[in-house]
């Protein structure tokens, strides 16, 4: 069963907006991550927020982490039309080694 | 991070028939996993492929239905097993370079996937 919730399920935005996508998830975790998927292509590692992380920055993305509303929220600045792709959240639990992913956000990046 | 091939990429087959699908990594790894993705929606996990041992399945997923191989540390296959269109769908090997640690950061690499249509 998906661990994640992702909303919104699709984002249009204009180049040189900002894009906000959310993930929302059920148990306990050791850490989240997100990933990228460009139609048609297997799926691109992004960053990875610890459980004791609040916040994470790599280039234009920033990550934040709520474990008390088992919440996190990707934010990619400045989005360019290559950025349009889906985004997926996926989750690390207990002490295993498996990722569950999330339901997914489709962003469209217009010119 | 490793480099992962996959292949077929795409292939149309008959109602009945298997196929199997490979997935070879440029650098030795720890884990492999094989996932299943319909069309427009999410991951999901089929099993770890374990080297030299019997895959771990996840529920819902059986050997005899999805029978896994992993002779060696880079070299992984996935048979579908008598298809039916509901096994169409993108299968997705994936691989870490770093076993599970107590952090559990486990960061996967890709392979593009590989599109099965069943008529």
């Known amino acids: 069963s998906q661990q994640g919730e992702e909303d919104p399920q699709a984002l249009s935005i204009q180049e040189g907006e900002n894009a906000t996508m959310n993930c929302s998830y059920k148990?306990?975790?050791?850490?989240l991550q997100w990933y990228r998927q460009n139609s048609g292509r297997g799926l691109v590692h992004l960053i990875l927020i610890r459980s004791n992380e609040r916040e994470k920055h790599s280039g234009r993305l920033r990550v934040t982490l709520d474990t008390s509303k088992k919440s996190s929220s990707l934010l990619i600045t400045a989005s360019r039309a290559a950025d349009t792709a889906s985004y997926f959240c996926?989750?690390?639990?207990?002490?295993?080694?498996?990722?569950?992913f999330g339901t997914g956000t489709q962003l469209k990046v217009e010119l | 991070s490793a480099v992962i091939s996959q292949k077929p990429s795409r292939d149309i087959c008959q109602r009945g028939t298997s196929l199997t699908i490979q997935c070879q990594v440029d650098?030795?790894?720890?884990?492999m996993f094989w996932y299943r993705q319909q069309p427009g929606q999410s991951l999901t996990l089929i099993a770890t492929?374990?080297?030299?041992?019997?895959?771990?399945?996840e529920s819902g997923f059986v050997i005899d239905k999805f029978p896994i191989s992993r002779p060696n540390l880079t070299f992984s296959t996935l048979t579908v097993s008598n298809m039916s269109p509901e096994d169409s769908s993108i299968y997705l090997c994936?691989?870490?370079?770093?076993?599970?640690?107590?952090?559990?950061?486990?960061?996967?690499?890709f392979g593009a996937g590989s599109r099965l249509t069943v008529l």
């Open positions: 996926a989750t690390v639990t207990g002490g295993g080694n498996k990722l569950t």
């Open positions: 492929a374990n080297q030299g041992s019997e895959a771990t399945y």
């Open positions: 650098s030795q790894v720890t884990m």
């Open positions: 994936s691989a870490s370079a770093t076993g599970p640690s107590p952090s559990g950061a486990n960061v996967l690499t």
């Open positions: 148990t306990s975790i050791n850490n």
